[in-house]
């Protein structure tokens, strides 16, 4: 005689708390119409991606935009270059004492009190090559404190 089943799941099968689902704040309908919404989206992705393809993806639009960017400054550098005068333009409209005018004001600049960034550069350089100067000199007072009988051994007498 074959022995019957337990009549109830044994005890480590059985969960050890109640199932209780999740209470959802979306309706039927409104899970639905979000499903539904997410599909056409990946359906309207896919059909962009399959366009981009077939214009020559992604690498080929990135090129077409440079390019046109790249004609754009070039026609605007065109038109500046356009508005800006030539050396024989100058000379027949008597523009060339701007220059002159320019050396001038430069020359009046120069000649003023104000130290330039080059004196000051002058005053620095020969600041740190004093300086520079005096370390070595005491090192070399140091030296010869140190190791008298070195300096002369190394001096031919």
Request: hydrophobic fraction near 30%; proline fraction near 9%; avoid cysteine.
């Given at each position: 005689?074959?022995?019957?089943?337990?009549?109830?799941?044994?005890?480590?099968?059985a969960?050890?708390?109640?199932?209780?689902?999740?209470?959802?704040?979306?309706?039927?309908?409104?899970?639905?119409?979000?499903?539904?919404?997410?599909?056409?989206?990946?359906?309207?992705?896919?059909?962009?991606?399959?366009l981009?393809?077939?214009?020559?993806?992604?690498?080929?639009?990135?090129?077409l935009?440079?390019?046109?960017?790249?004609?754009?400054?070039?026609?605007?550098?065109?038109?500046?270059?356009?508005?800006?005068?030539?050396?024989?333009?100058?000379?027949?409209?008597?523009?060339?004492?701007?220059?002159?005018?320019?050396?001038?004001e430069?020359?009046?600049?120069?000649?003023?009190?104000?130290?330039?960034?080059?004196?000051?550069?002058?005053?620095?350089?020969?600041?740190?090559?004093?300086?520079?100067?005096?370390?070595?000199?005491?090192?070399d007072?140091?030296?010869?404190?140190?190791?008298?009988?070195?300096?002369?051994?190394?001096?031919?007498?």
């Open positions: 005689m074959l022995p019957s089943p337990p009549s109830s799941p044994p005890e480590f099968l969960p050890k708390r109640l199932f209780k689902p999740v209470p959802s704040s979306h309706s039927r309908e409104e899970g639905r119409e979000a499903r539904r919404n997410l599909f056409l989206k990946k359906v309207r992705d896919a059909r962009d991606e399959k981009l393809k077939a214009r020559g993806g992604e690498d080929e639009m990135m090129r935009i440079f390019v046109s960017e790249q004609k754009r400054w070039e026609a605007s550098q065109a038109r500046t270059a356009a508005s800006i005068p030539t050396i024989y333009e100058e000379e027949e409209l008597g523009m060339g004492n701007e220059e002159l005018d320019f050396q001038a430069e020359s009046f600049f120069m000649d003023q009190d104000e130290p330039g960034p080059s004196d000051d550069l002058d005053e620095m350089l020969d600041r740190d090559g004093k300086e520079l100067e005096d370390l070595l000199s005491q090192l007072l140091q030296l010869d404190q140190v190791m008298p009988e070195a300096n002369g051994e190394m001096m031919p007498t």
